[in-house]
C-alpha cells in the first residue's frame, strides 16, 4: 500500500492508523484531547464569559475511557511507526501524566520531556491556584536502545550556538494573523498550536523528505510546518470544519525550493566527508611535536607525536579523544572540538581546520 502522502484522511484516527502500512511513519507529532474536565462556564472579572475548551471531542465519561481511547491510538501509532522513529505528544497537567505512563506500559523509550513555557498564557481569574503557564510534550522513541533522528546541531543553530534545553521560552500562543478564522471571523479551532512550536518538533527530528504524521490534525499546522520543511505528512481528523480549515491553509503556502544544502540539517559529524586527525599530521596541516591547547586553556596542553597520538603534559598517551577525556576526568570527549592549536596568533580548533581540508581539497564536491 502506497502512503496518502500530504493528504487528510477523514475518520476515526484509530481506524486510519490500523489502515497504514506497519513502520511506515518517521515522526508522529500528537495534541490529543486533553480531558480537561470542566465542570462550569469560566468568567473574567468583568463578567465576560472565557472562550474556553469545552467541544464534545474533549469529553470523556471517566477517566478510564480516556485511557482506554489513550491506549488505542498509541497503540496504533506503534505499529507504524519506524523502528527508527519517534512520537511527540503535549498535554496539561489534565492528561500529560496519565499519557506518560500509558506510553511506557506500551515500551516507548521516553527521551525527554519539554516544557513549553507560554509568554502571554490565560490568567487564572477566579485567583484559587497558580496560572497555567506552560504545557508539556512527551518526545519518545519507539523502544529502550532504539536509534532516532536527532538534530542536534540544528537545535543549537536555533539557540544561538548553544545546547538547546528542555524548556522551551519565546514560543506564543497562536494569535494575531496566525489564528485560523472561521467565515464569521471566530477562532477555527480551540486548541490551536503555534507554527513555531511544531517547527522545533519538526526540525529537531526528521530530515527532509520525511514522513510525518498528526492523528489529530486539527487546524493543519503540522502540515503547514511540514510543507515549508520538505517533510512529508499525513493528517488524521474526523470533524469536516477543521478539514477544511486545514487543507485552505496548507494549500496557501509557497515553500521555498528544494535545495538539499540548505534543508539538510544533519551535524557535520554525520554530513560531512571523513577525516582523520592522522590525514591533517601527514599532510602536514599538524606537525609532529607541536603543542595542543585544551578548550582554549594553555595550562592544559599536549605535544602531538608522529603516530597522531597525543601526549598530555601530565604524562597521559592516546588520541585527540582520550587524551581529551582524560583531563576531563574520564567524561566522553570530542577532540576535534576541544582542542587547539595556535596559528598566525589565533587559537583555531582541530574541526575548524578539518573543515578547512575538506574544502581545499574538494572533498563535498566528490561526495555531493
Same mark, same amino acid.
Given at each position: 500500500m502506497?502512503?496518502p502522502?500530504?493528504?487528510?484522511?477523514q475518520?476515526?484516527?484509530?481506524?486510519?492508523l490500523?489502515a497504514?502500512?506497519?513502520?511506515?511513519?518517521?515522526?508522529?507529532?500528537?495534541?490529543p484531547p486533553?480531558n480537561?474536565?470542566?465542570?462550569n462556564?469560566? =468568567?473574567?472579572?468583568n463578567?465576560?464569559k472565557?472562550?474556553?475548551?469545552?467541544? =464534545?471531542?474533549?469529553q470523556?465519561?471517566?477517566?478510564?475511557?480516556?485511557?482506554?481511547f489513550?491506549?488505542?491510538w498509541?497503540?496504533a501509532c506503534?505499529?507504524?511507526?519506524?523502528p527508527t522513529?519517534?512520537?511527540w505528544?503535549?498535554?496539561?497537567y489534565?492528561n500529560i501524566?496519565?499519557?506518560?505512563t500509558?506510553m511506557q506500559?506500551l515500551?516507548?523509550?521516553?527521551?525527554n520531556?519539554?516544557i513549553?513555557?507560554? *509568554?502571554?498564557?490565560?490568567p487564572?481569574?477566579?485567583?484559587v491556584?497558580?496560572?497555567n503557564a506552560h504545557?508539556?510534550?512527551i518526545?519518545?522513541s519507539?523502544?529502550?536502545?532504539?536509534r532516532? *533522528?536527532f538534530? =542536534?546541531?540544528?537545535?543549537?543553530g536555533?539557540?544561538?550556538?548553544k545546547?538547546?534545553r528542555?524548556d522551551?521560552w519565546?514560543?506564543?500562543?497562536?494569535r494575531?494573523?496566525?489564528r485560523v478564522?472561521?467565515?464569521n471571523?471566530?477562532?477555527a479551532?480551540?486548541?490551536q498550536k503555534?507554527?513555531?512550536?511544531?517547527y522545533?518538533v519538526?526540525?529537531?527530528?526528521t530530515?527532509p523528505?520525511d514522513?510525518?504524521?498528526?492523528?489529530f490534525?486539527?487546524?493543519?499546522?503540522?502540515?503547514?510546518?511540514?510543507?515549508r520543511? =520538505?517533510?512529508?505528512?499525513?493528517?488524521l481528523?474526523?470533524?469536516?470544519k477543521?478539514?477544511k480549515a486545514?487543507r485552505?491553509r496548507?494549500n496557501?503556502?509557497?515553500?521555498?525550493?528544494?535545495?538539499?544544502?540548505?534543508?539538510?540539517v544533519?551535524?557535520?559529524?554525520?554530513?560531512?566527508?571523513?577525516?582523520s586527525?592522522s590525514?591533517l599530521?601527514?599532510?602536514?596541516?599538524?606537525?609532529?611535536?607541536?603543542?595542543l591547547?585544551?578548550?582554549k586553556?594553555?595550562?592544559? *596542553?599536549?605535544?602531538?607525536?608522529?603516530?597522531?597520538?597525543?601526549r598530555?603534559?601530565?604524562?597521559?598517551?592516546?588520541?585527540?579523544?582520550?587524551?581529551?577525556s582524560?583531563?576531563?576526568k574520564n567524561?566522553p570527549?570530542n577532540?576535534?572540538e576541544?582542542?587547539?592549536?595556535?596559528?598566525?596568533?589565533r587559537?583555531?580548533?582541530l574541526?575548524?581546520l578539518?573543515?578547512?581540508?575538506r574544502?581545499?581539497?574538494?572533498?563535498?564536491?566528490?561526495?555531493?
Open positions: 502506497d502512503l502522502l500530504n493528504k487528510i484522511l475518520g476515526d484516527c484509530v481506524e486510519s490500523d497504514l502500512p506497519e513502520k511506515s511513519i518517521d515522526l508522529v507529532f500528537a495534541d486533553y480537561l474536565q470542566l465542570q462556564d469560566l =468568567h473574567r472579572p463578567m465576560t472565557v472562550d474556553a475548551v469545552d467541544d =464534545h471531542w474533549d470523556f465519561d471517566s477517566f478510564e475511557a480516556y485511557d482506554k489513550t491506549r488505542a498509541l497503540t506503534k505499529r507504524i511507526l519506524k522513529g519517534s512520537i505528544v503535549i498535554g496539561s489534565h501524566f496519565r499519557v506518560g500509558i506500559d515500551g516507548y523509550w521516553i527521551l520531556d519539554v513549553w513555557v507560554k *509568554t502571554n498564557p490565560m487564572n481569574f477566579r485567583g491556584r497558580f496560572t504545557e508539556t510534550l518526545w519518545a519507539t523502544g529502550r536502545g532504539a532516532y *533522528t538534530n =542536534h546541531h540544528a537545535m543549537k536555533l539557540n544561538e550556538e545546547q538547546m528542555s522551551w519565546l514560543v506564543p500562543l497562536a494575531g494573523a496566525e478564522k472561521d467565515n471571523g471566530n477562532k479551532h480551540s486548541t503555534p507554527e513555531s512550536l511544531i522545533r519538526i526540525l529537531s527530528s530530515e523528505g514522513v510525518v504524521l498528526d492523528p490534525f486539527g487546524s493543519g499546522t503540522t502540515g503547514v510546518v511540514a510543507k520543511l =520538505h517533510r512529508n505528512w499525513i493528517g481528523e474526523r470533524e469536516e477543521y478539514i486545514a485552505k496548507i496557501s503556502i509557497q515553500a521555498e525550493p528544494f535545495e538539499p544544502g540548505t534543508f539538510n544533519k551535524g557535520r559529524n554525520k554530513s560531512a566527508p571523513r577525516v586527525f590525514t599530521l601527514e599532510n602536514g596541516l599538524v606537525k609532529a611535536g607541536q603543542k591547547f585544551f578548550a586553556d594553555k595550562k592544559r *596542553t599536549a605535544i602531538v607525536k608522529p603516530d597522531a597520538r597525543l598530555t603534559a601530565d604524562g597521559f598517551t592516546g588520541s585527540i579523544h582520550k587524551a581529551g582524560h583531563y576531563m567524561a570527549c577532540g576535534w576541544h582542542w587547539y592549536l595556535i596559528i598566525r596568533g587559537l583555531v580548533s574541526d575548524e578539518r573543515e578547512k581540508y574544502v581545499k581539497m574538494g572533498l563535498y564536491e566528490e561526495t555531493g
